[in-house]
T-cell receptor
């Protein structure tokens, strides 16, 4: 049972345009969500998070939107830059058990 | 600066051998996690620990074990390596705080021949 789903394995956008990465979840006990970015041959790095009581969180070029009723979240990157090319993982966390459940990831390619 | 390190970064071993992957963090975090990353599967949790002497199984724990004798280290042991355990392994740590993200190590690429 896949609790966190990233249905798009890859996404390609032009530099300067908006990148939108999507994530769906099934576990209604998740009360916070995180996005991680991963370059080849490196470990994932934390990008941005959102609590389930909010519907939006913004940090510079990165904004995460949460639609609890649809069990859907998205990461918007504006404007996209070639350095944003990486695999992006969505993850859900539940209460204070500190574990995260990750999606399979989406490979973003930003073309100059 | 605090960090989390993994060793070795690359390892080739033979089927049936015992292998131990090291993970060391200087964040002084209580929580530590081991994941494997495989194409088409993302990051899957193998084992985790909430503190010294505490260990718990994750979703793909068969064939793996961990022990936690101090705060800084959580070694992952493959008791008898199998080709299905060829993967990239990531260690992570986090604070015991609601909503806390995890800090990941650089990974170990393990090949079982």
């Amino acid at each position: 049972d896949q609790q966190v789903k990233q249905n798009s394995p890859s996404l390609s956008v032009q530099e300067g345009r908006i990148s939108i990465l999507n994530c769906d979840y099934t576990n209604s006990m998740f009360d916070y969500f995180l996005w991680y970015k991963k370059y080849p041959a490196e470990g994932p790095t934390f990008l941005i998070s959102i609590s389930s009581i909010k519907d939006k969180n913004e940090d510079g070029r990165f904004t995460v939107f949460l639609n609890k009723s649809a069990k859907h979240l998205s990461l918007h990157i504006v404007p996209s830059q070639p350095g944003d090319s990486a695999v992006y993982f969505c993850a859900g966390g539940e209460g204070s058990n500190y574990k995260l459940t990750f999606g399979k990831g989406t490979l973003l390619t930003v073309n100059p | 600066d605090a960090e989390i390190t993994q060793s070795p970064r690359h390892k080739i071993t033979e089927t049936g051998r015992q292998v131990t992957l090291a993970c060391h963090q200087t964040w002084n975090h209580n929580n530590m996690f081991w994941y494997r990353q495989d194409l088409g599967h993302g990051l899957r949790l193998i084992h985790y620990s909430y503190g010294v002497q505490d260990t718990n199984k994750g979703e793909v724990s068969d064939g793996y074990s961990v022990s936690r004798s101090n705060t800084e280290d959580l070694p992952l042991t493959l008791e008898s390596a199998a080709s299905s355990q060829t993967s990239v392994y990531f260690c992570a740590s986090s604070e015991s705080k609601w909503g806390s993200g995890q800090y990941f190590g650089p990974g170990t690429r393990l090949t079982v021949t």
